[in-house]
Antibody, heavy 121, light 109 residues
């Protein structure tokens, strides 16, 4: 059973960089698939942030691309998110998930439980 | 960019059928996936490729997709089905990214 767990600070100051890590168990990241980050502001809908392959290949939401960096550490079976220059609008529950692709179609089949990140001074 | 529109809320009595729509331009030409999200929990995939169910998802959940509307149908609704539901497509036409619907709150009366 694939399991994902987010970790990182729950409070980030405005203008600083948000950093989160997702640890995967039950599946080796090196075996394939993309791995992604999604966020959900309180009381609002889902927004995909970006995804990464074990090789390091990435693709990002165009609306966040200038501030997002996703990286992978296959030795630790982890991937990470950095979001720079955060504001209160970046306050959200952040989820990591497996980005499943077959026949040119993508969806998210396994999700972490999510972690709330609040941007406040 | 591609937009998916869902009704904000749907109410249904126990044992009845709930239908949740997801509107998008020529959405029938895309594959649509559906997620269920209960309060305080992560989303769970309930339908993929328009109408396939992941292992462990009850047969009461079904999907269809044609024209400009995709539909998630929940038959014989139970109290435990009360949740937010999101549709999703993969937009490969331009910037290659995930698009989520606006979400529908299903209330079991």
């Amino acid at each position: 059973q694939v399991q994902l767990q987010e970790s990182g600070p729950g409070l980030v100051k405005p203008s600083e960089t948000l950093s989160l890590t997702c640890t995967v168990s039950g599946y080796s990241i090196s075996s394939g698939y993309y791995w992604g980050w999604i966020r959900q502001p309180p009381g609002k809908g889902l927004e995909w942030i970006g995804s990464i392959y074990h090789s390091g290949s990435t693709y990002y939401n165009p609306s966040l691309k200038s501030r997002v960096t996703i990286s992978v550490d296959t030795s630790k079976n982890q991937f990470s998110l950095k979001l720079s220059s955060v504001t209160a609008a970046d306050t959200a529950v952040y989820y990591c998930a497996r980005d499943f692709m077959v026949r040119g179609v993508k969806f998210l089949d396994y999700w972490g439980q999510g972690t709330l990140v609040t941007v406040s001074s | 960019s591609y937009v998916l529109t869902q009704p904000p809320s749907v109410s249904v009595a126990p044992g009845k059928t709930a239908r949740i729509t997801c509107g998008g331009n020529n959405i029938g030409s895309k594959s649509v996936h559906w997620y269920q999200q209960k309060p305080g929990q992560a989303p769970v995939l309930v339908i993929y490729y328009d109408s396939d169910r992941p292992s462990g998802i009850p047969e009461r959940f079904s999907g269809s997709n044609s024209g400009n509307t995709a539909t998630l149908t929940i038959s014989r609704v139970e109290a435990g089905d009360e949740a937010d539901y999101y549709c999703q497509v993969w937009d490969s036409s331009s910037d290659h990214h995930y698009v989520f619907g606006t979400g529908t709150k299903v209330t079991v009366l």
